[in-house]
């Protein structure tokens, strides 16, 4: 089983990267987030899982092991495959799942575009007793509040994803407005995560 790659990045792509660990590109699919801290050229780690099927072996990275930990306890539940929990990943930290599960907040998962209310319901009920919040603080600061250094991250990741530039900076203008906090971490992945949140749900933050 493949826990971890450490390697130079070769690429990074809408919702994949590929890794050189001694010769051999390793395709990697990932979260937005995760996506968000590679560059090509530079060297990186991620945390793996490695999903196994009778005609396939993918392999699923994360920022920390956090993550993946979290990844495979989702993936556990009935009816979450390895794309929907990346998705729940996308949209939510590892310690807001464990906090939505623990608190059988359905509406938390429901904002994961593909869970609906039914399926939200499962996923708590299945939860039950497996993922319990840490207490952890809020991860630190990669950017500081300076929008220069973390904005046109932001906004690569959710063209990437589809969205137009505009819709993306005009999300990020009124996540400013509706959540400063997140805004002042200049933390891409958590501001990434929000904007997701805000576009997925159909509004402006």
């Known amino acids: 089983m493949i826990s971890s790659l450490t390697g130079t990045v070769q690429a990074v792509a809408l919702n994949t990267a590929v890794i050189d660990v001694n010769g051999f590109g390793m395709l990697v699919n990932a979260t937005p987030g995760t996506l968000s801290t590679l560059q090509a050229g530079r060297e990186a780690t991620v945390f793996t899982s490695m999903v196994v099927r009778e005609d396939s072996m993918t392999l699923f ?3 920390t092991a956090e993550e993946r930990d979290v990844f495979e306890v989702l993936v556990s539940v009935s009816g979450i495959g390895p794309r929907t929990g990346l998705a729940i990943l996308a949209v ?3 310690e807001e799942v464990r906090i939505a ?3 059988k907040d359905t509406a938390a998962f429901t904002k994961v575009s593909g869970i609906g209310p039914k399926g ?3 996923i708590v009920l299945e939860l039950n007793g497996k993922l319990i919040p840490t207490g ?3 991860a630190p600061s990669t950017g500081g509040g300076n929008a220069s250094v973390w904005e046109p991250q932001v906004i690569e990741a959710l063209t990437g ?3 137009s530039e505009k819709d993306a900076t005009s999300t990020l ?3 400013s407005k509706a959540d400063p906090d997140v805004v002042a971490t200049g933390n891409v992945a958590e501001i990434l995560r929000a904007a997701l949140r805000s576009m997925s749900s159909g509004t402006r933050a």
């Open 61 to 63: 990275g994360f920022a």
């Open 101 to 103: 599960a623990n608190t």
């Open 136 to 138: 952890a603080p809020a």
């Open 92 to 94: 939510h930290s590892p």
């Open 173 to 175: 203008k009124s996540l």
């Open 161 to 163: 994803l589809g969205w």
């Open 120 to 122: 939200a319901s499962r």
